[in-house]
Antibody, heavy 119, light 111 residues
């Protein structure tokens, strides 16, 4: 059974950086694309980024482009999201999700990690 | 404001049929697959429908999806109390700088 466990969330001041991790188990991690999706308190889902199974392609949402970097270590079964120049609007629960066979859409989701950007 | 437009709420009594719509454009729904997700409060989203009308293993057959032109629909036939929650559509977009789009979500209430 596929399991995705996010970590690294917490409270951070505006302008600072934070790195999230997502460890996968129960699956051949290197076969699947991976997404980050976030959800601000009381709001809907906002797609953040996707990385191809081999790391060859990465795409970002407009609101995080240039500030966030998605990466992966297939030897460690781990996905990362490096977040820089954080803003209060980045406050959200961040979910990692594994792509389905199409590679483009999230299929299996982690439980999420809360990031609060506040002074 | 989301590019994929969903009505904010829907409701019905147990056993009723509820339809949730998702409206987009030629660069997203008109060209690419639509996926649907269900989210209960405080939990992660769960995939409900993939590739417009396919149900993952374990999803009851009272859930069905369809797509026509630049719109998609999710139908819950025989509404049950556990179907409450938020429903989100998603579609890849060929033109925007944010390739994957989510709808704003529809909150379903079982009366």
């Amino acid at each position: 059974q596929v399991q995705l466990v996010e970590s690294g969330g917490g409270v951070v001041q505006p302008g600072r950086s934070l790195r999230l991790s997502c460890e996968a188990s129960g699956v051949t991690f290197s076969n699947y694309g991976m997404h980050w999706v976030r959800q601000a308190p009381g709001k809907g889902l906002e797609w953040v980024a996707v990385i191809w199974y081999d790391g060859s392609n990465k795409y970002y949402g407009e609101s995080v482009k240039g500030r966030f970097t998605i990466s992966r270590d297939n030897s460690m079964n781990t996905l990362y999201l490096q977040m820089k120049s954080l803003k209060t609007d980045d406050t959200a629960v961040y979910y990692c999700a594994m792509s389905d066979s199409s590679g483009f859409y999230p299929e299996t989701w982690g439980q999420g990690t809360l990031v609060t950007v506040s002074s | 404001q989301s590019i994929l437009t969903q009505s904010p709420s829907a409701s019905g009594t147990p056993g009723q049929r509820v339809t949730i719509s998702c409206s987009g454009s030629s660069s997203n729904i008109g060209t690419n697959y639509v996926y649907w997700y269900h989210q209960l409060p405080g939990t992660a989203p769960k995939l409900l429908i993939y590739k417009n009308n396919q149900r993952p293993s374990g999803v009851p057959d009272r859930f069905s999806g369809s797509k026509s032109g630049t719109s998609a629909s999710l139908v819950i036939s025989g509404l049950r109390s556990e179907d409450e929650g938020d429903y989100f559509c998603a579609a890849w977009d060929d033109s925007l700088n944010s390739p994957l789009l989510f709808g704003g979500g529809t909150k379903v209430t079982v009366l």
